[in-house]
């Protein structure tokens, strides 16, 4: 009997221990068909973050190592460095990579670095009790926040994919979102582009993944999809910054 | 035509597969499971279609969909929207 | 008097909260008062449980490490900490999410269908407050009025509509617990 | 009108409320769990009354603002947990290095490295040995509850301004989540002494003042350490503070410090019932080390038990004060394990002997270093 | 006898440390005479950076601080936030800013921080003797790319100004160059304009300034200014990247 | 054929040539004076025998590259000076927490803050006693002369592989830079042991490898840190080194370190001409201190006399060590200045006696803690 | 006309001026001053337009330049080039 | 045998080479040899100094804190330095930046007029070896054969073609200092 979808193999059988409804789930799951789909399973390492997906290290069934808060790409970098050939990815909150980790994130794309980064952006510090984060929206009520993210005083959004289109060594910049079935099917196609831009040797990629937090957004996992679609996405315009020349680009 | 099968003891009660099954057939059960959710359970599986997209929306990779006969409606990893 | 009670449960079904009740109405009553979470994980899904201490002289050690009344609000929680509780004490358990309870000869054991109950008030959120409730109909270690007058320090301003069916889940919960041992399961 | 003269505060808040009342109306912070409500209530409370609070990109960035607020003449606050703590280590060197005054806290969490959220000990040494390169010191305050978080935090902010030196307040997951009451006190705040050396615009004065720790020259910089050293002299003589409890005629001396110490207290009081005459002395700055109490004790007393949330680290400070006196015993957990007063107890029956023949099985968590 | 040139009041009266032809020396008599023609000078406070110029706190004639390395745009930011009336500069090199301390940057940029920061690129880390910066050229020969930077290894040169104009708070982002008189001069106005932005209140400004390393380059004065515009130009090209909205453009 | 059986080599050189000579074929730094030769050396020489040297935006993301090639499975080299050691603390207690090895070079300069350039021991205490948060330890190695720089590395490499704990090497500025000659070895170089641990891709493991430092439960966290805490009593026992210098009849020991140790050596011989019997233990390895030797130096003679490049920290040390036994006094330069000969000769009569009358007055630059 | 006045104790020979005089009339001398380089001097003043190119172009700041009669070529701060 | 030489001058003034030139030499001639820097800031402009220990024991302290011989190439370095040497001690100085010299009744102190005749051989950097060969004329604590064979050590290979005129140097230089004390200013 074929299967439309079954688990796939880079996922472990753990249970996550992700809130109902958080999308880190369904982006769990995106990276592991890449990998399955491009039969890298046994040859891939992959770097957690100090996030809610710090305990990744369980779900993806493949060598897996937990970094320091914001320092994944340092780690992967290391990794990488001292075995070419193996395909290794970083897995990364807003927090992690646009806030304590910016210098790595940006230095790793300056580098060139032949890893893939998989940046998930949920607007909000999500394990620590919903503090902001650099990419939390104006206005948006958080618990250093706590009468919405003001202009002047916490600054705007940052937005990473722009930021690090700007970099040479970024070979593959792309945006997506997961809050709604055609979006997560997009994103699982950029989330395997990416990877295949590190096995092509070019250079750089990452994926900025839009992401809920329902527990930290205070609205049900239905809600926070919505939200994420009407109030994030025009703040973080979805869509393909940066890819090798010549690739086709995906529609987003 | 699908067949969804639900790991009721991981469900979380989330809802996303309810919100996006195409055919409406998908609710949250009344009991509690172990985790102490009202999990997701398929209400009229001969309305399915097998279109995945239940398991696609799923973030706790709850379901599996199987294609009961005929061509499935798309490559695996490809199929939904 | 040193009491030490333990309340533990899922994320989010309100243990925490129902704690710090305890510990205000308490301190409310003159007595000297100490709360303490055993905070989980950094992450959502882990179970919560905090302890609370009430006596009648300055309390050294804040930390319940031999509860003489344990609440278990689910399974898991039931069987990591029954076992500590030191015999002469009580278990109040949610009979809606704990199914086994095993045997413990010198702990007064009594289960509590609060989930039922709270549905029943229309808010499942106040379950724990219902076995709070029981708790306090059973010791009488402070009074129900003492608890429902503290509802006003937990509840933030903006949720004190809440106050009305928390009032009612700790006055029925304690209606059952003046019951009295296994009548209230 | 219901009036409420006291309220159940989380240690957490406690500090932010500590460092209000000390005049603090500066924090630069990045979160992280046990000490984030620190920060959600800084976050709330600092703009109502004037001030500012900055969540910060990185706790690397938040030491180094807290160095920019103290040189423009700042009471400034930071507060992390130790893997944060362990990154603002050059920061910290530098602000000593450039004599400037602040307050940093520590909620501690078990290590190393991720370690877990759980309350623990691990970060004395980096505490008072000075995790940071040089040959700085800080001044250490651990307060065992809140009431005394509160008190311990206005104590800080006045010593970082007499000494122009940064001072951490330690505690630990359990005494920043914990809960008790606390006397709601009067709206006013201390304020912070005159600072002419602070580098907030020349002015009136007649020259720009210069905020630097650098000293290019060997000779001037060995002249700055030594002046340092003169100063953490003067400190070690004049700032040791600890709680001595049921000292008078203890035979066995307990040595805790924070949530251990509440430990240690009731276990003391146990052991009395049982006839083992214990008492406690319970650091109250970690440095300077209290070490004229310990070795009056020593003289007096027949043993120390040193109980720890770690491996044992105070234990090296306690045997330095006894230097060879009488036994220095250690009994700790390490990881994010809170001891009990129960293993304490059993521990206490163990090394005087009233569990007789017990004395030379080692304690199931209890690690000889 | 009116002066075509004296010293600027902003700066002391101590000789640079500088090696001979260092441009370092003409970027701090532009700050200087921006502060003077702005009659700031009592209140600001500059903060210097570890790189060649740690030793500004001795030239500026000003309240200033001394910051660890790459962190003085946390140090100002401290010093703002407690003195919103002051102005506050930070001077920092190419490692300073662009690899230890590119958090830092980041993040100033992003929160909008009202301050100023004179960013000195000259391609190389001179203090610590000619090490790689981010901002090294390719092929160009340093002390750790002993065989100059290649791409594979070592990565591209990192665009700061390009980087930092993606993000919101970063008001005003130019730059310019010393490598000529007329470059001096359009830098000189580049730097003051950044400074009236700050003193306007919009948010975060700054200015790179391409700059020499006769020591490390290897080369004399006048050819380190001749290689300066032949080479780092092209790579690094001149301009204002943003500016706030009602001003008008500098021509570059 | 002009053919040199040595070659004059700078330290910071030996420390790349002896992390080469070790097998060593990633290092991830970033400049800092006073060791950068190290990093040009390596910059240089790891390509020309493939391997691979990657200047690292900040010394934080060093070490966690350290930390990713360690995971890797690679011999892996990062070093620094005192400030950039500072920023790595956090880093280094992840790779203690995950049980990596690695080897870490800490040229060390006058603190604290920016301090200066010039040669120093004052970061002592952060490398012994563990600048970062938790209960872990490194090892830590200290040479004292050009040659043994290149041994100490290779002997770093093999500890950290045999304990998979990070291993520290420090100098100070002296001892990188200066020259001295040097054998020129055959080519070949180590290999390290197999690592079934490392996160090298699965392969053909049945299952795949996890490299963390996350212990969430307490429970287990505290399983790991006694397990640490066990390795640690080991090296303890097995792994103290140390050299002893003109000891046997020695009623006067100076305990010192690295370039101070080689001041100390000569302090001695001239001593020695003025009849004073003195001595010298160099600890070798820093942790584990070579307290077995101090005790049983602390059993035969008077005193003891530790000099160091600082205020005074391994005099600590030598302290619990000595327990009491036998006076311990003390001789610093801290900020950058290396003691003269003189100058410890005349600390050396001054507290044997031999300028009589002079042991109360307190050297010049003698600071007593 | 201007008038160039070099500090010359605190000139590093660096050229820059020498390079950038339009006039040329600035020049390395032959002797050391105390930093032990070639000093900056100006071999035919009456040459000199005051422009303030070479102190423009100092790194130094070791040239002042005044205008001696007339009016100066341009704004303090803005003249040269 | 035991000889500390403290070299000291501008940066830039090829001071540190040529104390290493020495160390090299010596190493050589099979003596026990150490080189040290005195390394100023991280920065341009300052001094550079560096000591040389020569000796046919083993070195304990490589530090050179009482010198016998100070080389040194300006007048800052002089006014430094000077007083350091040790009774019966000598002292070389560059006459064309060191004016002003003072008196030092038990050592040596030599002037000669490096820069000048550096600057005849074609190169002002090679002023430091100038001296360098007078001190070693003078003393002959090393053959002036090893100091030039040592320049191919110094010398990186794209260097090499700087060898003629430091060999020029050094034999000039020697020339000069075999002439002795005073003579060579
Ligand atoms: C050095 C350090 N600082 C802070 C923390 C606390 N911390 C843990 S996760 C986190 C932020 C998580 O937010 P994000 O990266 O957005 O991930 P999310 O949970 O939202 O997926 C922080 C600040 C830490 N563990 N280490
Ligand atoms: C934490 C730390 N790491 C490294 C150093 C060493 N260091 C001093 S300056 C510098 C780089 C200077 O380069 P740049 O910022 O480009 O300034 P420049 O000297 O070129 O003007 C480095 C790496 C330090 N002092 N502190
Ligand atoms: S806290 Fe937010 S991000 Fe974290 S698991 Fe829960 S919903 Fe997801
Ligand atoms: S496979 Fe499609 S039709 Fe069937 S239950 Fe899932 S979403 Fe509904
Ligand atoms: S989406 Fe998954 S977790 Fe959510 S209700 Fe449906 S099956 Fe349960
Ligand atoms: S090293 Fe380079 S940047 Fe530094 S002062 Fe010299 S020339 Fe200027
Ligand atoms: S002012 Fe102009 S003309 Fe006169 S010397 Fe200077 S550059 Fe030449
Ligand atoms: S530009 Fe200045 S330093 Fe250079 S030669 Fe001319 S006067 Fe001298
Ligand atoms: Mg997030
Ligand atoms: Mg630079």
Redesign the pocket.
């Known amino acids: 009997m074929p299967k439309t979808f079954q688990r796939p193999q880079a996922l472990t059988d753990k249970p996550f221990h992700?809130?109902p409804g958080?999308t880190?789930g369904i982006i769990h799951r995106l990276v592991a068909e890449a990998v399955d789909q491009l039969a890298v399973r046994k040859k891939t390492v992959g770097v957690c973050p100090v996030g809610?997906a710090v305990f990744a290290y369980d779900y993806f069934n493949c060598d897996m190592i937990q970094a320091a808060h914001g320092r994944a790409p340092a780690v992967a970098t290391g990794v990488k460095r001292v075995l070419p050939d193996r395909v290794v990815f970083t897995y990364q909150g807003d927090g992690d990579l646009a806030a304590i980790g910016t210098a790595e994130i940006v230095h790793a794309a300056a580098r060139g670095e032949k890893i893939t980064t998989i940046f998930v952006n949920?607007a909000i510090y999500?394990?620590t009790g919903g503090q902001m984060a650099p990419t939390t929206l104006l206005g948006q009520k958080t618990t250093t926040t706590p009468h919405g993210r003001d202009r002047e005083t916490a600054g705007s959004p940052l937005r990473v994919a722009e930021m690090l289109s700007t970099i040479d060594g970024a070979v593959y910049v792309s945006r997506v979102s997961v809050h709604s079935p055609r979006h997560v099917r997009l994103a699982g196609r950029a989330i395997k582009k990416a990877f295949e831009v590190q096995l092509s040797g070019q250079g750089f990629s990452v994926v900025e993944v839009l992401s809920t937090?329902?527990?930290?957004w205070g609205l049900s996992p239905r809600e926070a999809l919505k939200w994420l679609g009407e109030n994030m996405v025009p703040v973080f315009p979805l869509g393909e910054f940066r890819t090798p020349s010549a690739e086709e680009a995906i529609e987003c | 035509m699908g067949l969804v099968t639900f790991r009721e003891e991981r469900c979380k009660g989330c809802g996303l597969c309810v919100e996006f099954c195409p055919k409406k057939i998908i609710v949250l059960a009344d009991h509690f499971n172990v985790l102490g959710f009202h999990p997701a359970t398929a209400t009229d599986l001969s309305r399915c279609t097998g279109c995945g997209i239940c398991a696609w929306m799923c973030p706790d990779v709850v379901i599996e969909v199987d294609w009961n006969g005929g061509k499935p409606p798309g490559e695996r990893g490809e199929s939904p929207a | 008097m040193l009491v030490e009670i333990l309340l533990a449960g899922f994320g989010g079904q309100g243990v925490m909260s129902t704690g710090q009740l305890l510990a205000y109405a308490g301190m409310h009553e003159g007595l000297h008062v100490a709360w303490i979470p055993s905070y989980g994980p950094e992450?959502?899904g882990g179970t919560a449980n905090c302890g609370v201490t009430l006596s009648d002289t300055e309390i050294s050690s804040p930390l319940v490490t031999e509860p003489q009344v344990l609440i278990a609000m689910n399974q898991p929680s039931f069987e990591k900490y029954a076992g500590a509780v030191v015999p002469g004490g009580v278990i109040l358990y949610n009979s809606a999410l704990v199914k086994e309870t095993g045997e413990y000869p010198e702990v007064l054991v009594v289960g509590v269908d609060a989930n039922r109950m709270a549905e029943e008030i229309g808010n499942v959120r106040v379950a724990a407050n219902v076995i709070l409730g029981a708790y306090i109909g059973l010791s009488g270690v402070i009074s129900v009025a003492s608890a429902v007058e503290a509802l006003k320090d937990v509840l933030p301003p903006h949720r004190r509509k809440l106050i009305p069916a928390n009032r009612e889940a700790l006055e029925r919960g304690a209606a059952l617990g003046a019951g009295g041992g296994r009548a209230v399961g | 009108m219901s009036h409420l003269p006291r309220v159940l505060m989380k240690g957490n808040e406690a500090f932010g409320e500590g460092a209000v009342r000390a005049g603090c109306r500066h924090t630069f912070a990045y979160p992280i769990t046990p000490q984030s409500e620190l920060a959600h209530f800084l976050a709330r409370r600092l703009p109502e009354i004037g001030g500012v609070f900055v969540q910060a990109e990185s706790e690397v960035s938040a030491i180094n603002m807290v160095f920019g607020a103290a040189a423009a003449g700042a009471r400034v606050l930071t507060s992390s947990s130790s893997p944060g703590i362990s990154l603002m280590q050059e920061g910290i060197s530098y602000i000593a290095g450039a004599r400037l005054p602040c307050v940093i806290v520590n909620v501690m969490r078990g290590g190393p490295g991720l370690g877990n959220i759980a309350p623990a000990q691990g970060d004395y040494f980096q505490a008072v040995k000075g995790g940071g390169h040089g040959d700085y010191c800080q001044i250490v305050l651990a307060p065992a509850s809140v009431p005394e978080i509160i008190e311990m935090m206005i104590l800080a902010f006045d010593l970082a301004d007499r000494y122009r030196n940064p001072v951490m307040v330690v505690g630990d997951g359990v005494l920043g989540q914990m809960m008790e009451p606390v006397e709601i006190e009067p709206g006013e705040t201390r304020t912070a002494p005159a600072k002419p050396w602070a580098t907030d615009g020349q002015g009136d004065r007649p020259a720009p003042n210069i905020i630097s720790s650098l000293n290019i020259v060997p000779e001037d910089n060995e002249r700055f350490n030594l002046d340092l050293a003169v100063m953490y002299a003067e400190i070690r003589r004049g700032e040791q503070r600890c709680e001595e409890y049921r000292l008078d005629d203890a035979e066995l001396v307990l040595v805790a410090f924070g949530t251990v110490a509440r430990v240690a207290k009731a276990v003391v009081d146990r052991a009395r019932r049982d006839g083992i005459r214990a008492g406690v002395i319970r650091p109250i700055t970690l440095w300077p080390f209290p070490e004229d109490s310990v070795k009056r004790a020593a003289a007096r007393a027949d043993r120390f038990l040193v109980v720890e949330m770690s491996l044992g680290q105070m234990v090296e400070d306690v045997r330095l004060s006894v230097e060879g006196e009488k036994p220095v015993h250690f009994f700790g957990r390490p990881g994010g394990l809170v001891p009990t007063v129960r293993e304490v107890c059993n521990e206490v029956k163990r090394i005087t002997g009233v569990m007789p023949g017990a004395e030379d099985v080692p304690a199931a968590t209890g690690v000889d270093r």
Chains 1, 5 share one sequence.
């Open positions: 992700y809130c958080c880190h809610c949920n999500g394990m937090c329902p527990t930290n | 992450m959502r």
